[in-house]
């Protein structure tokens, strides 16, 4: 991906403090709260940089945040169909932790998009119930 060193250093800066904070909290709603500084952090960025990649990232990253901020507040309601993974916060930070390496190496961050939308899909009503009907499947 090709964003300038300027921004790119800014950019890995926010990254890292995301990780920190989403890694050093104990409460769930403020690990969100903080994981929702990622997609604003590549927002800024794409104010001065525009890349197609980036915008993708930042789409990826806005859908995780809106689907988990959704699942819980569905589970505050009472909806406990569907419930997080068990290790969501430790996926979540394996994605971003991953997604910052590839940004700072200027890798594609497909790959590692892919794993922030099957982590998102999962939280999810069908998302939930494919993923239970795959597993008892074998697949």
């Not at 525009?50 to 589970?75: G, K, P």
């Not at 991953?98 to 899909?121: D, F, G, M, W």
Request: proline share 3%.
């Amino acid at each position: 991906m090709d964003i300038p060193e300027d921004l790119k250093s800014r950019l890995l800066s926010e990254l890292d403090f995301v990780i920190r904070k989403v890694d050093e909290e104990e409460d769930a709603v403020r690990k969100l709260y903080f994981l929702s500084a990622a997609h604003g952090a590549v927002e800024r960025t794409m104010r001065f940089c525009a890349n197609d990649e980036l915008l993708i990232v930042h789409a990826v990253l806005n859908l995780c945040y809106s689907t988990l901020l959704d699942r819980f507040n569905r589970m505050k309601g009472g909806d406990t169909a569907v419930q997080l993974p068990e290790k969501w916060t430790e996926q979540v930070l394996q994605n971003l932790r991953e997604l910052r390496e590839k940004i700072a190496r200027n890798e594609t961050t497909y790959p590692v998009l892919e794993k922030i939308i099957r982590l998102s899909y999962s939280v999810t009503g069908p998302g939930y119930y494919t993923f239970a009907y795959l597993q008892s499947q074998g697949n």
